[in-house]
């Protein structure tokens, strides 16, 4: 079972940037597609990013591409989220998790979940 740290939240004015770590425990990390997932207040758990195994793949949704980066360091067991021009709608918990499904934006596919680490974007 890999078990998954996330770390790296915190407050941000809009505009700003943030780089999320998740921290994998397990030898068998590099075998893993990850990816990042955020909840908003009174809103349901939605996807934001998603990296192979090989790290040759991502996706993102919508609403994050072209801001944000999902890679990874199979070197140090950890998958990244550099977040750029921050918007306070960006206002989550952000989870990662190991995915297994075969659509990379439904969280039914995903295991391992972290605990999650809070983005606050806000002047």
């Known amino acids: 079972q890999v ?8 407050l941000v004015q809009p505009g700003g940037s943030l ?3 998740c ?5 068998t990390f590099s075998s893993y597609a990850m990816g990042w997932f955020r909840q908003a207040p009174g809103k349901e758990r939605e996807f934001v990013a998603t ?3 090989s790290g040759d793949d991502t996706y993102y949704a919508d609403s994050v591409k072209g801001r944000f980066t999902i890679f990874r360091d199979d070197a140090k ?3 990244y989220l550099q977040m750029n021009r921050l918007k306070p709608e960006d ?3 952000y ?14 596919g995903y295991s391992c979940w972290g605990q999650g680490t809070q983005v606050t974007v806000s002047s």
């Open 91 to 93: 206002t989550a918990v």
């Open 95 to 108: 989870y990662c998790a190991v995915r297994g499904g075969s659509y990379y934006w439904d969280q039914k």
């Open 51 to 53: 990296i192979s195994w």
């Open 77 to 79: 067991n950890t998958v």
């Open 3 to 10: 078990q998954l740290v996330e770390s790296g939240g915190g």
């Open 19 to 21: 780089r999320l770590s």
């Open 23 to 27: 921290a994998a425990s397990g030898r």
